[in-house]
């Protein structure tokens, strides 16, 4: 009777003391954390204020284009290996249509050969690769001219092969465009291409060109002035569009769908947006004071982690949160509530009084 007593007397004691001994995630206002040892040293504690977001504004996207991408015009078309060309001789259509009338354009196109020569009949091979359309026009009447009286002479691009403008990356189509007699702009070749909003990183578009690697924010390109219309591409550029998979913010704790969420549209996230794409705070067991973004934790080494908090509970405090810019690799982490850590404590509490009170009437029974 006297061991049951004690086993009662001991429960009750971890009953009245179990919010003190309940765990939680918590940060006093000296940075501390409740529950963990008092060496803190390497943690400062920020709280997300308006006068802190003021001090630390985001500048505004930036769309400056190295001038050399600005200034670059691109001149007449230049014909080169793979080019099908249309050559019209007017009042000769055994010239102009030698597989008939009666077929589609492209079958009476005459391919420039890998060698840049291209054959014409009363004419022979003649060099057209590196000539403007106009410079094969002139060519070609000249040396028809011995043959024909006044030649009308007339050439067109049929089939554009020679030039390509290059897509890698998190494009929806990354086939090879062409560099035709209207010159190509940025904004006509992504879209063409399609960005795929869900994976791309178009805070980083790589445009490689002659040797020089430029790195555009295509947000800050189109929020702006449309700067993105303005840059001629040219034949051999490359776009490389990365893909966001490693920019990453981390919603954990309190929350209604905890995960990783990328970066999707904009070179950055709001505290605001993360906690709204988890399905925001969850209503039941999170304590809105204790919003935590926890940043810097991977280089203890250097630097102190910052933690900023933000006491989330009036509704206007999101308007500070999406003020908040997240930086890839932030995590963010929603403390619970006090009766949330007491359910739990009493969770792992009570199969142990259960164990010892089961015990304790077996060893009674035992005993009588």
């Given amino acids: 009777m006297k ?18 001994w309940s765990p939680g995630q918590e940060m ?7 529950g963990t040892p008092a060496d803190n040293s390497q943690i400062q504690l920020v709280t997300i204020t308006p006068q802190l977001l003021a001090e630390n504004h985001s500048p505004t996207l930036n769309a400056t284009v190295p001038q050399e991408l600005l200034s670059y015009q691109p001149g007449p078309y230049r014909i ?21 009338t009666q077929q589609q354009t492209a079958a009476n196109g005459r391919l420039v050969r ?10 022979g091979s003649i060099e057209v690769a590196g000539k403007t359309i106009e410079e094969v026009r002139q060519t070609i009447a000249s040396k028809i001219a011995k043959f024909v009286e006044r030649p009308q002479v007339d050439v067109s691009v049929v089939a554009y092969n020679s030039q390509h403008v290059m897509l890698q990356g998190a494009f929806m189509k990354t086939d090879p465009q ?26 980083n578009l790589i445009l490689s060109r002659d040797g020089h690697v430029y790195h555009l924010d295509m947000a800050a390109l189109y929020d702006q002035r449309g700067l993105a219309k303005d840059i001629y591409l040219k034949p051999g550029d490359r776009l490389m569009l990365p893909y966001n998979d490693s920019a990453e913010v981390y919603v954990m704790g309190e929350v209604m769908r905890p995960q990783a969420v990328t970066f999707r549209t904009l070179p950055f996230i709001t505290l605001t947006q993360a906690l709204g794409r988890v399905g925001g705070l ?9 919003v935590y ?44 509530a006090g009766i949330t850590r ?15 009170t089961s015990a304790a009437a077996a060893n009674y029974s035992a005993t009588h």
């Fill in 3 to 20: 061991k049951t007593c004690v086993f009662v007397v001991l429960g009750s004691a971890l009953l009245v003391n179990g919010c003190v």
């Fill in 28 to 34: 006093s206002e000296k940075g501390l954390v409740r």
């Fill in 80 to 100: 080169g290996p793979g080019d099908s060309l249309y050559i019209t001789v007017w009042d000769h259509p055994e010239l102009t249509s030698p597989a008939g």
């Fill in 114 to 123: 890998s060698d840049g020569t291209l054959f014409y009949p009363y004419v």
């Fill in 178 to 203: 062409s560099i035709t007699s209207v010159p190509l702009t940025l904004s006509q070749a992504i879209g063409t291409a399609t960005v795929n909003s869900d994976q791309a990183n178009v805070s």
């Fill in 282 to 290: 969850n209503p039941v067991t999170s304590n809105g004071r204790a």
């Fill in 293 to 336: 973004v926890i940043r810097g934790a991977n280089d203890l080494a250097n630097a102190p982690a910052k933690v900023f908090q933000l006491d989330a509970r009036s509704p206007s405090a999101f308007a500070l949160g999406d003020d908040f810019k997240l930086k890839s690799g932030d995590v963010v982490f929603v403390g619970a």
């Fill in 342 to 356: 007491w359910n739990r404590f009493l969770s792992q509490l009570l199969p142990s009084a259960t164990l010892v």
